[in-house]
């Protein structure tokens, strides 16, 4: 697998991901493949 940074999904706390929107505050973000997300935000790389 080549290293490579992969969409990411935010969405409110305790909300279904929907999209590949930007993170945005108060929000949780789970990333894919590589955490790309800024620090303050939870990052999953499930």
Sequence with gaps: ???MRGPR???P???RCEGDAECCPNL???C???PDC???Y???TS
């Design 32 to 34: 894919f493949t590589r």
């Design 13 to 15: 706390r305790n909300q």
């Design 42 to 44: 939870k990052c999953d």
């Design 9 to 11: 999904q935010c969405t």
């Design 28 to 30: 949780v973000c789970k």
């Design 38 to 40: 800024q620090s303050g």
């Design 1 to 3: 697998s080549a290293l």
